[in-house]
C-alpha cells in the first residue's frame, strides 16, 4: 500500500475513532475495518466502502454511489456487498460515524445469518440406501 492510501486509511481510521477499538487488516490489497470481531468496511485504491444491505443499498445509488469492484482475467466483477462512501459524507464526522455504525449493524446482521447458514448440521439420511449385490434388512 502506497504512503498516500496509508493517509487515508489513518484519516479514516480517525474520524471512525468514536465506534471504539477499530482494527485496520490488511485486506486483498486494502485495509478491512473491524470492530469487536465484525468487518464492516474497507479501504481500497483511497476509496471508502461500507457494508449496505437492499435498503441502504438504495440509498448509496440515489447519492451517485457505487459498489466496490475489481478485474480479474475472466472480467469486470461487481461486490454488491460493500458501496463507496462519498468524499462529502467521509468529511462530515457525523454523517460519517452515523453511516458506519448502520453498516456494523448490517455486517453483524448478515455475518450472524451467514455463519448460522454454515454451521447447520446436514440432515441425516432417514434410511440406508441398499446397495446392489447387498443383503437388504432381516425379517
Known amino acids: 500500500m502506497g504512503e498516500s492510501a496509508t493517509g487515508f486509511v489513518d484519516f479514516v481510521q480517525e474520524q471512525l475513532a468514536p465506534l471504539g477499538r477499530l482494527i485496520g487488516k490488511r485486506f486483498f490489497g486494502g485495509t478491512g475495518l473491524v470492530v469487536d470481531g465484525v468487518q464492516f468496511g474497507m479501504v481500497m485504491d483511497d476509496a471508502l466502502y461500507l457494508v449496505v444491505d437492499d435498503a441502504s443499498r438504495a440509498r448509496y445509488r440515489d447519492e451517485g454511489s457505487t459498489c466496490f469492484r475489481y478485474e480479474t482475467r475472466k ?61 437388504g434388512p432381516r425379517s
Open 75 to 135: 472480467g469486470m466483477v461487481e461486490v454488491h456487498r460493500y458501496y463507496a462512501v462519498s468524499a462529502q459524507a467521509i468529511e462530515e464526522a457525523d454523517r460519517l460515524i452515523a453511516l458506519a455504525r448502520e453498516a456494523m449493524s448490517i455486517a453483524r446482521r448478515t455475518s450472524s445469518r451467514q455463519t448460522s447458514r454454515r454451521a447447520r448440521p446436514r440432515p441425516k439420511r432417514a434410511a440406508r440406501e441398499a446397495t446392489p449385490g447387498t443383503a
